[in-house]
């Protein structure tokens, strides 16, 4: 339970300062979702490393990372 506190914390903190550097126009708002489906994508990974052996966890990473690039991708493409 504790690794998943200290990952909600460090997700809040990170995306309340991205949110904060949005507004003051520092940084593109692409980062904020940047954020946000890195920590989605490590929570998943904390979760089936638990349940499922470390091939899966693995197999998940490898399979959220790319389909988070491509979802940015064609994010990036429409603006």
């Not at 300062?17 to 949005?22: A, D, G, K």
């Not at 979760?47 to 998940?60: D, E, G, H, P, R």
């Amino acid at each position: 339970m504790i690794p998943y506190l200290l990952l909600l914390a460090a997700a809040l903190l990170s995306a309340g300062l991205i949110y904060y550097l949005i507004r003051i126009n520092r940084l593109p708002l692409i980062t904020l979702w940047i954020v946000l489906l890195a920590t989605s994508t490590a929570f998943l990974a904390m979760l089936v490393a638990q349940t499922m052996s470390i091939w899966y966890a693995l197999l998940v990473i490898i399979g959220l990372s790319f389909a988070t690039a491509v979802l940015l991708a064609k994010r990036q493409e429409s603006h």
